[in-house]
């Protein structure tokens, strides 16, 4: 089965700290993911990747970047933590078919 | 742009049936999903459908796509409370594996 592990269940930062969430995949999928999900709003896409260092933007990439240096890890850096970051942040991954998403069980940043 | 709208809850009683439906605005999209999110856990592929499709089934579990509206239905046959979570729709709106999500339906299951 796949696996997407992501490094933390809950992260507590203040505002204006650097922050650095991390996702590895062990099924060697080359598509990468990051959503955040809100109440309310369901998933929305920050970032993605189809490739070792490439990166695309999605529908709320303001505020966030993402580092791809190994297939198998997507970081989403948080550059200056804001108390509307506050939220699930989701990391997936789907090999080159694109059927199927799979998904991490989830950071959950409160920004203070 | 594109769109997946959901409403937002739905209350069963144990062993009715549950209709969950969804809405979706692109026509070009290739599958639809059904996730599932337990309380404290990412999301779990329920099911998915190829837009060719109209209808799949999978033990408990009915698809139904209706393409000339639009629509995809999830329906849920003996609906128990291990089913309650929340539910989310998504369309694959272009190749590479991007995923629209609808907001999600909470379902909750009364003994």
């Known amino acids: 089965d796949v696996k997407v592990t992501q490094s933390s269940r809950y992260l507590v930062k203040r505002t204006g700290e650097k922050v650095f969430l991390e996702c590895v995949q062990d099924m060697d999928h080359e598509n990468m993911f990051w959503y955040r999900q809100d109440p309310g709003l369901g998933l929305r896409l920050i970032y993605f990747s189809y490739d070792v260092k490439m990166k695309e933007k999605g529908d709320i990439p303001e505020g966030y970047s993402v580092s791809r240096e190994k297939k198998e890890r997507f970081s989403l850096i948080l550059e200056s933590a804001s108390t509307n970051q506050t939220s699930m942040y989701l990391c997936?991954?789907?090999?080159?078919?694109?059927?199927?998403?799979?998904f991490g069980s989830g950071t959950q940043l409160s920004v203070l | 742009g594109e769109d997946v709208e959901q409403s937002l809850f739905l209350s069963v009683r144990e062993g009715d049936s549950s209709v969950i439906n969804c809405t979706y605005t692109?026509?070009?999209?290739?599958?639809l999903y059904w996730y599932k999110q337990e309380p404290g856990a990412g999301l779990q592929l329920l099911t998915y459908?190829?837009?060719?499709?109209d209808m799949k089934q999978d033990q408990r579990l009915t698809v139904l796509l209706n393409k000339k509206d639009k629509h995809l239905s999830l329906r849920i046959a003996d609906t128990q409370t291990g089913d309650s979570a929340i539910y989310f729709c998504?369309?694959?709106?272009?190749?590479?594996?991007?995923?629209?999500f609808g907001q999600g339906t909470e379902l909750s299951v009364k003994p």
């Open positions: 998504a369309e694959a709106y272009n190749q590479g594996g991007k995923l629209i």
């Open positions: 459908i190829f837009s060719n499709m």
């Open positions: 692109d026509s070009s999209s290739t599958y």
């Open positions: 997936a991954s789907s090999g080159q078919n694109n059927e199927k998403l799979f």
